[in-house]
């Protein structure tokens, strides 16, 4: 260790800019977690299968385990200390997973909400399907996925809810992000087959 | 676990890239999305000495269709590709197989070349570019680039032509041919999981929408995509007639499968007959609707 070359990387977390001084290996679930502080990015598997490190690139949802830091050097990153708005109000997400018991441990539960962030981002009245396909890479070990559900369809409701009435909470850090590069996600009823 | 040190290269250019790699040889690897080699390190089942990142290489971030085929560069992610029209429009299997590719939040990152030079034999985009007769294009400092054609570049699992010091540069996918349909079928244990037997399939009906040709590649079954040319067993019968047990057990006599704590051969074997019907059934009615 005491021999490897380390790099000098700045990244934007939550709309600030953070520096860190790490080697090329450095994850960027651990750089978020030892070099910045930010505990609220979870690791479970390191392999890319759990989804608990879910963390959003640019607005895109990435597995921050399987993501060098160094990679991303320069580029923005939202985690779940972002989501909320900066006097701590819940996005629409949030509340409506603290609202329809889509938590228990809590462990599985920041990467669910950045993933969701960016599928209502994208989709902001996904059907049934497209949820279930939305949070297929996220795995809860003790809520069940049948109030996730519930909660991905309420927090749909919330933020077209707050846009009808233009009391939109500050939206979550990504949007800006996000929605740019987009295509329309919207390609119809193709099959998956 | 953590992945193992290495010498860290972040190249701008694609010359730049392969100078490293022609320096490195057998010690460097390249990195793409890092989806499938960054488990691996993280595992420790490989520890690159020198790493070669392409995120970097903004040349390398392309897909272009057109009359001809698509042509996807090594930094184009699985869901760049996933949601073009443009790319859907020429061929269609593209998107049919990605969508069987992991999740979205993988597909994000990981890139289509990444997944091809892998060579996972289970994995959906080598069978594609199978099936369909493309090709990769390999550069390496100081030579022409050279343009392996799939029935040479998958080699065995996880093995491919790519040799030490070569860049993918890019993967070819020639367009659907007139009166042609495609389809991809396949069985996971878990929505998202690797596919324990998987089926594409491509069908060409003439003018009195009888087949004139129809293939399939078979996934998970074999140490390189299967391709099963069954033309001659539906040798001009109607469309709608493209599946038939003869059909599924002229694709289950060319597999084959092995055991493994998944499932046992004789399943795979089982599961890729009934996928061959599937797949060719719908390749054959999407022809017909064309
Ligand atoms: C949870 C999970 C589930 C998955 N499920 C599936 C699945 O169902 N089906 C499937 O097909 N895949 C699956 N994958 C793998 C995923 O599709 C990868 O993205 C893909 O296999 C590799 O692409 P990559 O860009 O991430 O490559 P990397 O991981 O960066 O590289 C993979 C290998 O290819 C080499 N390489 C990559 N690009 C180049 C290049 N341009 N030139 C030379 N060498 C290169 C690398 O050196 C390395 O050896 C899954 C991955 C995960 C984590
Ligand atoms: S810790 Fe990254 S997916 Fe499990
Ligand atoms: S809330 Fe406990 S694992 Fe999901």
């Known amino acids: 260790m005491g021999t490897e070359t380390l790099y000098d990387i700045s990244l934007t977390v939550n709309g600030v800019v953070r ?23 979870h690791v479970g598997c390191e392999h890319g299968v759990c989804g608990c490190c879910t963390v959003l690139l640019d607005g895109e949802p990435v597995r921050s385990c399987l993501t060098f830091a160094v990679s991303v050097d320069g580029h923005e990153i939202t985690t779940i200390e972002g989501l909320a708005a900066p006097d701590g109000t819940l996005s629409a997400v949030q509340r409506a997973f603290a609202e329809s018991h889509a938590l228990q441990c809590g462990f599985c539960t920041p990467g669910f909400l950045c993933t969701v962030t960016a599928l209502l981002n994208e989709n902001p009245a996904p059907s049934d399907e497209e949820i279930l396909e939305g949070i297929s890479g996220n795995l809860c070990r003790c809520t069940g996925y049948q109030n996730i559900i519930k909660a991905v369809r309420r927090a749909a409701e919330l933020s077209a809810e707050q846009e009808r009435d233009g009391t939109g909470e500050a939206a979550p850090a990504a949007t800006g992000a996000a929605g740019a590069p987009r295509a329309s996600g919207a390609t119809g009823g193709a099959t998956g087959e | 676990m953590k992945p193992p040190p290495f010498d860290y290269h972040a190249p701008r250019t694609v010359g730049e890239a392969l100078e490293v790699l022609a320096d490195a040889g057998p010690e460097g690897k390249v990195l793409a999305g890092g989806q499938s080699l960054i488990p691996l390190m993280n595992m420790r089942l490989a520890a690159p000495a020198r790493l070669v990142d392409i995120n970097r290489i903004g040349a ?30 020429r061929q269609p299997l593209l998107r049919q197989a990605l969508r069987h590719v992991a999740h979205p939040v993988i597909r994000n990152r990981g890139t289509v070349v990444g997944s091809i ?27 022409p680039e050279r343009e392996v054609p799939a029935a040479e570049f998958f080699l065995g699992p996880l093995e491919s032509a790519l040799q030490p010091g070569e860049l993918a540069v890019s993967a070819f996918f020639p367009a659907l041919p007139p009166g042609s349909g495609t389809a991809f079928c396949e069985i996971a244990r878990r929505h998202g999981d690797f596919a324990l037997a998987g089926v594409a399939a491509l069908v060409t009906l003439d003018d009195d929408l009888r087949i004139t040709t129809a293939k399939v590649a078979c996934i998970g079954v074999g140490p390189v995509p299967v391709v099963v040319d069954v033309s001659a067993e539906c040798a001009r019968r109607p469309a709608a007639s493209a599946a038939s047990p003869a059909v599924a057990a002229a694709v289950r006599d060319r597999v084959e499968p092995e055991d493994d704590i998944h499932a046992t051969a004789e399943y795979r074997r089982h599961l890729t007959g009934v996928l061959a019907e599937r797949a060719l059934r719908l390749a054959a009615e999407r022809a017909s609707h064309g």
Request: aromatic share 0%; with cysteine; net charge positive.
């Open chain 1, 19 to 41: 520096e860190a001084r790490v080697p090329a290996r450095r994850l960027l679930s651990d750089c978020l977690r030892h070099d910045l502080g930010l505990t609220g990015t």
């Open chain 2, 60 to 89: 390398l971030d392309t897909v272009t269709a057109d009359a001809r085929g698509v042509r996807v560069g090594a930094l184009a992610r699985h869901a760049t590709v996933e949601r073009s029209a443009a790319v859907a429009e």
């Open chain 2, 117 to 143: 030079v892998h060579a996972d034999p289970a994995a959906e985009l080598p069978a594609v570019l199978a099936l369909l007769g493309g090709t990769v294009r390999l550069a390496r400092h100081g030579a």
